[in-house]
């Protein structure tokens, strides 16, 4: 049977509690283990005093190998997540080849089967797709190509998907290409707008009920 009696923990740097003490306890041992006793001879005080900084020099060195340790395991798993976004941005134009096949109904017999089986392995290596008719527009997912007016729409929403987009994980690896269509603006309001069938200051003489003209008004006659 092998026994790790090492003091520090080569795993997380911090000192083990010894079995059967309480942490309080080990601490305040510890304590009075390492601080000079009051009639220890000078030797036997430097000693100590030195025992505590090298103690004291291990346990920075085990902590800042833990923290190397986890820094080079998340630089492990982005190196690795970059890897594989690299690898599926290269595969999307596949994908919209089988898209198009499958809009013109030629995604049919052993290829479509090629094609499912290759859907699925991507979406097991966390490929996402995005981007459906009808949707709310958002810019930093979507790339509006063409812009019109709808009744139909109370905020700008796309209407039309040109080609999917697709993520991986948090990564945006291509933002989808939409119709975006917005809502129509309301009809200006007529309510102050002039009467073109009013007559104006300068229209001709006044006539009256019975068609003749009325005496004084014909600047012609003046």
Known sequence: MIRDK???????????QPAGASPAGDAAAWSAAQAP?????????????????RTAD????SAEYANYRKRVDRDRVAVVEGATASVLGALLPVLDNLDRAAEHGDLTGPF????????????????????????????VV???????TSAEVSEPTAVA???????????????????????????A????????????ADAGPETGNDGWTVPGTDPRQQ
């Open 189 to 200: 309001d007529t309510a102050d707008q002039p009467d073109a069938a009013a007559p104006t």
């Open 161 to 187: 998907v040109m080609r999917r987009g697709y993520k991986h994980g948090e990564r945006l690896l291509r933002p989808a290409m939409v119709a975006v269509a917005e809502p129509e603006a309301p009809a």
């Open 112 to 139: 479509k089967s090629v094609a499912d089986e290759l859907q699925a392995v991507l979406a097991k290596l966390g490929l996402e797709s995005f981007g459906e008719a009808g949707d709310p527009f958002d810019p």
């Open 58 to 61: 291990v346990q920075r060195v």
């Open 6 to 16: 090492r003091r520090i923990d080569p795993e997380t740097g911090e000192v083990r």
């Open 142 to 148: 979507h790339e509006a190509v063409m812009h019109s």
């Open 37 to 53: 006793s009051a009639g220890a001879s000078p030797e036997t005080a430097e000693l100590q005093t030195q025992l505590a900084e």
